[in-house]
DNA sequence: GTGAAAGCGCTAACAG
DNA sequence: CTGTTAGCGCTTTCAC
């Protein structure tokens, strides 16, 4: 903090350890095994303390990048997500953060609303030479084929991913098989299901994971609808608006999103049509994202905690960069019931006169 | 893509430009000049051909860090924001993202939940020789004292800084103005007010701006009780919950928060409590957060563009780092009337009995 | 047109 | 203990 004149405040130029080294009447490498704790035995008091005296009189600060490049090891890992606006990432972004050994420095590609160039994010990436790579919605393969990869690589939340290094994973299936288990006891049989546009691995395990569950339970009286909508509020808000009419003549009584996002713009969509949520219809989705508390009515949820996804897969890698060998990580899916999910009241319709071993559902009155 | 024999297969290391020239019979120099456009009656079309063909041969990437060494311009900048919790700051690297030069990396530093260091984050920042710099809730003074910078700095929602350099800002007043006249239309009088446990600048002035805008129009029949909570639904939850008490002995009818997301935990303590939105209590927050649109009730919010302030803040960058004078950016605010908010109902109370020119207000009925 | 040489800021190997 | 030397991968004069 001292600073008698300021580092280099004329030039614009920070100060290097050979400014460093000048100053304190030493040599450049001297400056390093200081600056880099490697003195014991190495180097004399005297020329320590000068060194240190230099260093805070000028404000020097390493350059890690300069550094890197003559380590081969640049301080730096890289998350790669598809994208921002669905709120999932922003939890793993903060796990990472939290899980990184502290002289990491993170950083973040994402890709924008329209473009999920991931691979070409990853190229750019795999081009700054980081120390590691944690990445979500890239697959194995492409992983591969883009390049051989120099570096630690973890993979997330990519289901049936044949990726060879660290992975973490969710409980996919459990966590659909307690939804399906749920909405089959409300007595639904008729349910609507918003998925991405971009069919991700992760969703297309959540989307047939369901219909499978669903299906093992009540056989042909299911139906089951899929709509696609971008992975936002407005997004999920215009196709649900545009879906409501048809689904409510197939009679669907629960509407279970992929992920909560969208089930935002869905109650969001069903509150602007007048359509009682959970009365009417049930709306439920995945990942339980903080918000799915306070929405109203608060959202029916498969918790797939992204915080511990994030946390869990820095740890991998810190693993991974210390050269041990590392185990995947499959993390829980635990269902969170709230008030979104109900009993499932049927209309009278030609089409299809509901018969289960119900609970609660089956009334004829309308709403 | 086409690659006979995997670059770099056997070794793990990436091609360099060294690799590149050796394959194409040509010097390193040659191929810089190629890499980087410089071509133009510098390199015999013969030897262009010869390099690009070892480029794709070899899949090599020049070294950004590298080359930025070389150079002095890192291709870099930083973001830093003092948490990923409040979301306020996930839509700001949305704008950054989008704003920024397509050849820009985004480095992104954020702050843990309970350590928002951000000193220490931009000297770890300044170390990094970054291009340029986005930060926001670290003061001008911290920012100047902590070193000389070297690169442009846009300081974000800082009201009132005397930061040289480009900002920008909110009209935080204009946006308080129009919360304090929403609220006194509707008969408030006592209200109560969540802020952060940082006080930074901007939550200083909501808070300021606001209690002053109610004291111009009510005068001493104001009350306006603050209290503190971090930016997270769990805390504000807390807060609320252990306030409520005194807040309804204080016949407290309106409860603003600095932040939406306080407002959703605000909201979720209500509702646990049994306190009906906004029939008891009003409530309304800052920021507008989309998820505002779909909390039970939809939540009343000042708007202040958490996107284009990252977006505008980019675009700064970019003039800033072409050289070009950039001149300070203010964004509007605007007030977002929804169902948290309604009509005060005063109980009748020994302490307080509101009077003024009313509307809607006023019934002694309890709920 | 082209390559050799120097240097960006730092670290590592090696003589003194 | 210490300074010199040699790079890390790339760009940039500057002679040829």
């Known amino acids: 903090m001292a600073r008698k004149d300021g580092p280099a405040s004329l030039t614009g130029r920070l100060p290097s350890a050979r400014d460093v080294a000048e100053r304190a009447g030493v ?111 890239i697959s194995a393969a492409a992983l591969r084929s883009l390049s051989d990869v120099y570096c630690p690589v973890v993979v997330l939340d990519d289901p049936g991913t044949d990726w060879a290094g660290p992975t973490v994973a969710f409980d996919l299936l459990d966590g659909a098989e307690q939804l399906a288990s749920h909405l089959v006891g409300l007595g639904h049989r008729h349910i609507a299901y918003l998925t991405p546009e971009c069919d991700a691995p992760t969703f297309q395990v959540r989307r047939a994971a369901l219909r499978e569950r669903l299906a093992a339970r009540l056989g042909s009286t299911m139906k089951f609808l899929v709509g696609n909508a971008d992975t936002s509020i407005e997004a999920a808000d215009r196709v649900v608006t545009d879906r409501w009419p048809a689904w409510e003549r197939e009679n669907v009584t629960a509407l279970v999103c992929a992920a909560d996002i969208q089930a935002y713009g869905a109650l969001l969509a069903l509150a602007r049509l007048g359509v009682p949520v959970p009365e009417v219809i049930s709306v439920a989705g995945f990942d339980d994202l903080p918000f799915s508390l306070v929405t109203g009515p608060p959202l029916t949820s498969v918790a797939l905690s992204a915080h511990e996804l994030g946390y869990g897969a820095a740890r991998l890698l810190n693993q991974a960069l210390q050269g041990g060998r590392v185990d995947p990580l499959t993390l829980p899916a635990r269902l969170m019931i709230r008030q979104s999910t109900g009993p499932a009241r049927y209309l009278e319709s030609g089409t299809s006169p509901p018969r289960h071993r119900g609970n609660g559902g089956h009334q004829r009155s309308g709403v």
Not at 48 to 63: F, K, P
Not at 77 to 104: E, Q, R, W
């Open 27 to 137: 040599s450049a490498s001297t400056v390093s095994l200081v600056v880099n704790g490697k003195y014991e035995g190495r180097v004399s008091r005297r020329n320590q303390t000068a060194v240190r005296r230099a260093i805070d009189e000028l404000g020097y600060r390493a350059d890690p990048v300069a550094r890197g490049l003559a380590t081969g090891r640049r301080g730096t890992v890289a998350v790669i997500v598809p994208d921002l606006d669905s709120h999932f990432f922003n939890y793993v972004t903060m796990g990472v953060g939290m899980g990184l050994k502290a002289d990491m420095q993170l950083l973040l590609a994402f890709g924008q609303p329209n473009d999920h160039d991931l691979q070409s994010m990853l190229s750019r990436i795999l081009a700054m030479r980081v120390d590691g790579i944690i990445c979500e919605g």
